[in-house]
């Protein structure tokens, strides 16, 4: 890599792919089938090495990884909302898979310090994205039960989408622009699903900020004491 | 476009051999042929640096094929090899070559189609069944045994295959 990036931007966009990888991979073995078992261990696969690429220009991944305290993180809080009903894992899929494919797209095509990352992941992210949108027309579309869910789900994230287009300091990109293709894509969507776009706030009410200032909310020490208890349990083992 | 000097008679052969090697995932195909094997420079006596770039950003085949071209560049005298990864431009499924895009139908995967000049290629165009030949297949799963490729069965046959997808 020729260009360095800037190491706060690289910390957040690394840390989303990361915590979302680490939240997709807790479905092995409990998908609903074998082929949604293998699509999302997959797309937390193809993260995993988003978050690898990006964590490795910051310093050491492992350590960034396994040895960082929650306040120390700087992804959105959407992406450690635990995985609930599948419906859930879905919603969380179409919101940020549609904000990271829009992000990369614009950031390839620039010339900036993420554009060669942003090249190789943007053409994995359109895959997840077209996973999300596929399933959330067959759950919103499909049986009461489903339309139901998918429809809860996608209530109960919406107060996580607004921090998606807080500017990050570092990425240059038009953040309006990106919340406004976002909002425009999502509706979409969702219509096509016979959903309805929720109406509630898209922010909580704290002004302290949120993921990106290292405030989370309460499921994530938890996911991160399972994540990180092996590492801290055995430092510096292999085999 | 840098000017890049001619490959001596020496770094000819060591891609030739680095290019050799099977791909650990797909071993049908070797390095060469899948794309990924970017530059191979000479840096001093037995002093060799590979570029490789990867399939998807996550493969954990990368590393594999790092300690594989390593492994015989050392067997041919290179005492110090250093295999780094490239990520621009990005590894596209067309950098797959014609004789790789072959011996993958030969092994019963189905080989990604051409993209268009511009764009991603329409999902609408149909995959031919590496078993029997048919274009009436139908998609099972986006994501199959490994992140490159796609599940389809062949409405003709039954059977059901892999298709590596466009990238």
């Given at each position: 890599?020729?260009a360095?990036?800037p190491?706060?931007?690289a910390?957040?966009?690394?840390d ?15 998908a ?13 696969l ?14 050491d ?12 993180f700087?992804?959105l809080?959407?992406?450690e ?11 969380r ?15 390839a ?25 596929q ?15 998918m ?6 994230l ?14 240059d990109?038009d ?13 979409s ?7 309805t ?19 989370h ?12 208890h ?10 | ?12 052969e ?8 099977p ?16 530059a ?8 060799v ?6 399939t998807?950003?996550?493969?954990p ?12 560049l ?22 797959i ?7 993958l ?27 029997c ?7 099972l799963?986006?994501?199959s ?5 796609a599940?389809?069965?062949?409405v ?11 990238l």
């Amino acid at each position: 890599m020729t260009a360095t990036v800037p190491a706060q931007a690289a910390l957040a966009l690394g840390d989303d792919a990361l915590v979302l990888s680490h939240r997709l991979g807790e479905w092995a073995g409990h998908a609903p089938v074998l082929e949604e078992e293998v699509a999302l261990a997959n797309i937390a696969l193809d993260l995993l090495g988003q978050a690898r690429l990006l964590l490795s220009q910051v310093g050491d991944e492992d350590e960034l990884a396994y040895l960082r305290e929650e306040r120390a993180f700087r992804n959105l809080q959407l992406v450690e909302q635990p995985n609930g009903d599948f419906a859930h894992t879905i919603a969380r899929q179409l919101y940020f898979s549609t904000y990271q494919d829009l992000m990369y797209g614009e950031l390839a095509s620039g010339d900036g310090e993420f554009a060669p990352v942003a090249a190789k992941a943007v053409k994995e992210v359109d895959y997840h994205r077209d996973h999300a949108e596929q399933w959330t027309l067959r759950l919103g579309d499909g049986t009461e039960e489903s339309h139901g869910r998918m429809q809860r789900a996608c209530e109960a994230l919406w107060r996580f989408t607004g921090e998606m287009f807080q500017p990050v300091p570092g990425v240059d990109l038009d953040w309006a622009g990106l919340e406004a293709r976002w909002t425009a894509s999502v509706t979409s969507v969702l219509g096509r699903a016979t959903l309805t776009v929720p109406e509630g706030p898209r922010t909580g009410a704290w002004a302290a900020g949120a993921g990106r200032q290292g405030l989370h909310t309460e499921p994530f020490g938890r996911m991160l004491a399972e994540m990180q208890h092996l590492h801290r349990s055995h430092p510096g083992a292999s085999w | 476009m840098v000017t890049a000097t001619a490959p001596t008679p020496l770094e000819t052969e060591l891609r030739r051999l680095a290019g050799s090697v099977p791909d650990p995932e797909l071993p049908v195909l070797s390095l060469e042929e899948l794309g990924v094997l970017r530059a191979v420079h000479v840096e001093g006596p037995g002093r060799v640096r590979v570029e490789l770039t990867p399939t998807y950003t996550g493969c954990p085949a990368v590393e594999a094929m790092s300690s594989d071209i390593e492994r015989v560049l050392h067997d041919h005298g290179m005492e110090h090899v250093s295999v780094v990864r490239v990520l621009s431009p990005a590894w596209s499924t067309d950098d797959i070559s014609a004789e790789g895009r072959r011996k993958l139908a030969e092994f019963g995967i189905a080989p990604p189609r051409p993209h268009s000049i511009d764009g991603p290629v329409a999902l609408t165009l149909s995959v031919r069944c590496p078993h029997c030949g048919s274009t009436d297949t139908e998609l099972l799963s986006r994501f199959s045994s490994t992140a490159c490729k796609a599940l389809r069965r062949c409405v003709s046959c039954r059977e059901p295959f892999d298709h590596f997808k466009e990238l």
